[in-house]
């Protein structure tokens, strides 16, 4: 269960044992933000190489593996960036509370996707690099992004939590 720690709590301030301390919510920000960044960096990326090819990124096949045709991928990139963004909105403004239950169940999804997308990029790396889906390395990657800020958020709602 979790305890604030007296010597960070000022006289004035009431703390609930319900609520994670305040800088729990900012040690998670900073990483948060980061990956979204990748993940957005990605989406715009790959809509840049579709609309105007420039030499310096990857051409537009290297971004994507062709699992989804291009505009319904653009749809899910924008609603994952739209969840992701409340999610940190969330964090930022504190008021994210931790649910154990919450937590179980992102660690297990964001565990399950993040091993899955390991596996695919070591197999496109290695005897599949023909395939497409699997010698999609780039969209292998950032997959892997989208996983590990599942897997944060989840270790949040987990170690955050009072309950049992």
Do not use: C, N
């Not at 990748?38 to 090819?53: E, H, I, K, N």
């Not at 497409?132 to 989208?146: D, N």
């Amino acid at each position: 269960m979790w305890q604030p720690d007296p010597t960070t709590i000022r006289s004035d301030q009431k703390m609930s044992p319900s609520s994670p301390p305040k800088s729990a919510h900012r040690r998670y920000l900073p990483w948060l933000i980061a990956l979204f960044s990748l993940f957005v960096f990605r989406v715009v990326a790959q809509l840049l190489q579709s609309v105007y090819p420039v030499s310096f990124l990857p051409s537009y096949s290297a971004w994507h593996s062709g699992a989804l045709p291009y505009g319904s991928l653009v749809l899910s990139q924008l609603l994952i960036i739209m969840v992701f963004s409340l999610t940190i909105r969330g964090f930022a403004r504190e008021s994210v509370r931790p649910k154990r239950r919450l937590g179980q169940w992102l660690l297990v999804l964001g565990g399950f996707y993040f091993g899955t997308m390991i596996l695919r990029l070591l197999a496109g790396l290695t005897i599949a690099a023909d395939h497409p889906w699997f010698g999609a390395k780039i969209p292998a990657f950032f997959h892997i992004v989208l996983a590990s800020f599942i897997l944060l958020v989840g270790h949040f709602h987990l170690k955050q939590s009072d309950e049992t």
